[in-house]
């Protein structure tokens, strides 16, 4: 009878368990991690074009860098279509009767391509000029510009056919293209980098939408966490705690959590139901989600300066805009948000600094303070953007001292195309430490100082269970330097306290020192990226890895003192490989979390458009060819046989079916959330994009949709089973104890 029942019972636990959604193996989570501003930038010539189906496009020549870019917008919605970054820069554009667009540059060269398939058509250099039909200028002969009103005039240009209000800050008209059946299209810029586009049927504005090109080409960025008010109340009760006897400690807690569980109830309106369906269907409403980004540290608030001096708030998550302010800086060099994320500093260039007050991060923020300081070439703020660094045009240097703290020491690292220096900040007294000057044709082309995140191990455990110490040495920075007679990179790594050098290998496999050249520089390596042309144009990835030695178990520095820099003579031996990349690489990053035990990755923005991330571990330097592997080798957590061709995997596309033109001069960043698994990356240039990482997986994070219900149906289904097994148990004690057979 009892058998039969726990049977039952049984049956009903499974078929709980089995209860529920049913969970996709592949999340398509595309559009809720990431998000992308696909910029044009500025419309210096606009065309439409009809394609196959009948309807129109619009085809934008605008900039990207120093070169032209190509977007196709669908006409209906204004939202891009297809954009083609060009090989050269255009000063004039027309259309041929071919549905040909030809772009002239500053030299009279030019390009050829076809609106419909956007490929590249051979130049026919002799037919063109009969062929041009019309240059791609606004024909402005029927546009009568008054006051803050846009007329259009009928063909015989003798009535007003229709009037338009134009914005307080209109700067042009760059697109009028009237239909044969007398409907018309126009687009009007503004200086605020906004471009409207109408279009009017039958005499009525009869659709238009606005495009905002102004977050485009970021020069500077900062982050700044959203505050968490309920870790605040936590802080406040913990500390007030600690000032109370054990009992009344006890008492006081108690009480603080029977004050949080009623006003859970109380917002619950002390209905069971709701309770009981939030914990099974366990959806999230919007101020839980908003709560949980805030102390997952997801939300953050990404404030970008772009090359017309706008400075604007983008809620990181979405890229939503917040607020954006005009300062009409156009070299800007550096934000940084100081003291303790109140404050937002901005440099110039040219020296003007100012300090907007950001403690109210939703709020538009205003003017502190601003200052004009001496022209500068190079800013670094440090200590919290408390001391601010300078690198004046004249090449002396200064530090800016913002606050009323003594500074500690530091160590601060200047370097541009020929030299390299280090300067110790002490005592308010800036003294030279050491100065590396190049010679003759090399060039420092990549600088990367030491990632100061935290390190969690020690060495790298091999498969017989030994131990190769890591050289841990905080004070390191790489530089890698060509030369453009020999073709040959030098790749050095330096102790910045001293200057000295610890480490160098040269490639002489003619470097091409004219495409990207990268570098990233973590706990105990170094990752740089080149392309070579010899023996076959290949790009190319180094990886140089520091151990205190390469005999296992033997540690030469003391685990008990942090390294002094000035009394280092510790020196590493070093390990690399190269392997080889598929695709182009143009920039580098390394993911930062916040205890640095996920798998360090290094993110690879591509030539093509695509970002991508590559975990540490491929990029070994100890992997060796299978058939030298011992037996033991292969045991190694996550080592695997040297192959020296590295391939792209889909998997790890974080672009997903994105592109990203950023451009020259981009930021490829990556900073930690307070889920030690996540970590966010983005790409600031023309384009912005943001996507959300997780190395080794989303590990501490469980999904909203994850099973609580069947969690919960478990747990009670086994009280209620101990409930009545326990009983059992007892009698049948009982009856062992007096010798009952039962
Ligand atoms: C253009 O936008 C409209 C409206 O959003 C849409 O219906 C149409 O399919 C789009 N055209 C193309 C080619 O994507
Ligand atoms: C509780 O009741 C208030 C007012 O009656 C209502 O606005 C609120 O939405 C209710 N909350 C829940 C969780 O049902
Ligand atoms: C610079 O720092 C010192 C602390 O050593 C402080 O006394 C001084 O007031 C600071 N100067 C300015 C201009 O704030
Ligand atoms: C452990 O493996 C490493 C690398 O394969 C080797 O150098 C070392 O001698 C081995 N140690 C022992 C005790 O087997
Ligand atoms: C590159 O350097 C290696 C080792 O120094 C040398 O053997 C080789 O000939 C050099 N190759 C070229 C192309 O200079």
Redesign the pocket.
């Known amino acids: 009878m009892t058998r039969a029942f726990s049977f039952l019972l049984g049956l009903t636990l499974l078929a709980l368990a089995n209860f529920g959604k049913v969970l996709a193996v592949f999340d398509d989570e595309v559009d809720s991690i990431d998000w992308h501003l696909d910029n044009i930038g500025n419309y210096e010539f606009v065309l439409s074009t009809v394609v196959e189906d009948g309807s129109d496009q619009l085809v934008i020549v605008s900039s990207l860098g120093d070169k032209s870019l190509l977007s196709w917008v669908n006409s209906t919605d204004g939202k891009v279509l297809d954009r083609l970054p060009l090989d050269i820069q255009a000063l004039n554009a027309a259309t041929s009767s071919h549905n040909e667009l030809i772009l002239v540059n500053e030299d009279g060269a030019r390009i050829i391509v076809d609106l419909l398939t956007g490929s590249e058509v051979p130049n026919r250099i002799e037919s063109i000029d009969s062929d041009i039909l019309s240059p791609c200028r606004p024909d402005m002969s029927l546009i009568q510009l008054a006051g803050k009103k846009l007329k259009v005039l009928d063909q015989n240009k003798e009535q007003v056919v229709f009037l338009h209000e134009l914005p307080e800050d209109f700067k042009e008209v760059v697109f009028f293209n009237s239909h044969d059946d007398g409907d018309f299209d126009i687009i009007i810029s503004t200086d605020s980098q906004k471009f409207h586009f109408l279009r009017v049927a039958d005499y009525r504005l009869s659709q238009s939408w606005t495009r905002d090109e102004s977050v485009a080409n970021i020069k500077a960025f900062a982050f700044v966490s959203a505050k968490d008010s309920s870790s605040a109340r936590l802080f406040a009760e913990i500390s007030q705690e600690e000032s109370l006897n054990f009992i009344e400690a006890y008492a006081y807690r108690v009480r603080q959590n029977v004050q949080r569980l009623t006003s859970y109830l109380a917002g619950k309106n002390f209905s069971v139901g709701s309770i009981v369906k939030e914990l099974l269907l366990g959806e999230d409403d919007e101020v839980t989600s908003l709560q949980k980004d805030i102390s997952f540290g997801f939300m953050k608030y990404l404030i970008v300066a772009t090359d017309k001096g706008k400075i604007l708030n983008l809620d990181a998550r979405s890229g939503k805009k917040i607020w954006s302010i005009d300062t009409h800086l156009e070299d800007i060099l550096k934000l940084e948000a100081t003291s303790f994320d109140t404050e937002l500093l901005v440099i110039t260039k040219s020296g003007t600094s100012l300090t907007f007050e950001i403690s109210i991060i939703e709020k538009e923020p205003f003017l502190l303070s601003k200052s004009k300081l001496p022209a500068n070439s190079f800013v670094e703020p440090f200590a919290d953007g408390d001391f601010v660094y300078l690198e004046l045009e004249d090449h002396s240097k200064m530090v800016l001292?913002?606050?009323?703290?003594?500074?500690e020491d530091s160590f601060l690292l200047y370097h541009d195309e020929t030299q390299l220096s280090s300067h110790l900040y002490k005592?308010?007294a800036l003294e030279e430490t050491w100065r590396i000057y190049l010679d003759g044709e090399e060039k420092i082309l990549a600088f990367c100082e030491r990632d100061q995140s935290p390190v969690v191990s020690l060495g790298s455990i091999l498969g017989n269970r030994t131990v190769l110490y890591k050289y841990l040495y905080p004070y390191l920075a790489a530089y890698i330097t060509g030369d453009s007679t020999t073709n040959i990179m030098t790749v050095r790594i330096i102790d910045i306290a001293t200057g000295e050098l610890v480490h160098s290998v040269s490639h002489n496999d003619t470097v091409d020192l004219t495409s990207s050249i990268n570098l990233v520089v973590g706990e105990n390596w170094v990752v740089y990226t080149y392309f070579s042309n010899d023996p076959l144009p290949e790009q190319k990835i180094g990886v140089i890895e520091l151990y205190e030695s390469l005999t296992p178990n033997v540690r030469l520095s003391s685990g008990s003192s942090a390294a002094d820099p000035l009394s280092n003579v510790l020196r590493p031996e070093v390990v690399q490989k190269a392997y080889m990349y598929p695709e182009t690489i143009k920039n580098l990053a390394l993911t930062k979390t916040k205890f640095g035990i996920t798998i360090r990755s290094v993110v690879l923005e591509l030539e093509n458009g695509q970002i991508t991330s590559l975990p540490k571990f491929i990029l070994n330097a100890r992997r060796i060819e299978e058939s030298l592997m011992s037996a033991d080798d292969k045991k190694e957590f996550l080592n695997s046989p040297y192959v020296s061709a590295i391939p792209v995997s889909d998997f790890t596309i974080l672009t997903h079916h994105r592109r990203v033109l950023s451009g020259p001069n981009s930021h490829l960043i990556s900073v930690p959330t307070n889920l030690e698994s996540t970590s966010i990356v983005c790409s600031l240039g023309h384009d912005l994009f943001c996507t959300k990482v997780t190395p080794s997986s989303q590990f501490d994070k469980l999904k909203p949709s994850f099973q609580k219900g069947q969690l919960i149906s478990t747990v009670v289904g086994l009280f209620v089973l101990c409930f009545f097994i326990r009983p059992m148990v007892d009698t049948k004690k009982l009856k062992t104890k007096w010798l009952v057979k039962s």
């Open positions: 001292n913002r606050s009323r703290k003594a500074s005592n308010e």
